[in-house]
């Protein structure tokens, strides 16, 4: 039977599905018991009394992180309803239709007056 280091290491993938967002998903071993996880609240998170309540708000503070974020680079935040297709929604609009070499010089000539 293969150990758990030998698990994590043979099977570990990143997938991107969408150039707009990434999304990570991390194990870690100490975290998965009880006592592991009231000492990361405690001694790295701050928190005086361990609880569900905690994780809370580490991740509302993770979402007010992102807002101030976006504001100060001017990033439109995109609410998702339930079904809704994220890719075909979030795909940049088609570029406009480009005129051909012939065409953009024509038009070209015309402002210029150049036409007969």
């Known amino acids: 039977m293969a150990d758990y280091a030998t698990l994590l290491r043979d099977h570990i993938s990143l997938t991107c599905r969408s150039i707009d967002r990434l999304f990570l998903q991390a194990y870690v071993p100490k975290l998965q018991s009880v006592g592991q996880v009231c000492l990361f ?3 790295q998170r701050g ?3 361990p609880s569900s309540a905690a994780f809370g708000q580490i991740g509302e503070a993770y979402v007010a992180a992102i807002h101030r974020w976006a504001e100060a680079e001017g990033i439109r935040i995109r609410y998702f309803a ?8 979030a795909e940049p609009p088609p570029a406009p239709a480009r005129l051909s070499q012939q065409a953009e010089r024509a038009q070209l000539r015309a402002q210029l007056g150049l036409d007969p």
Do not use: V
């Open 82 to 89: 339930k079904g809704d297709n994220k890719e075909k929604i």
């Open 41 to 43: 609240l405690n001694r």
């Open 47 to 49: 928190f005086k009394i």
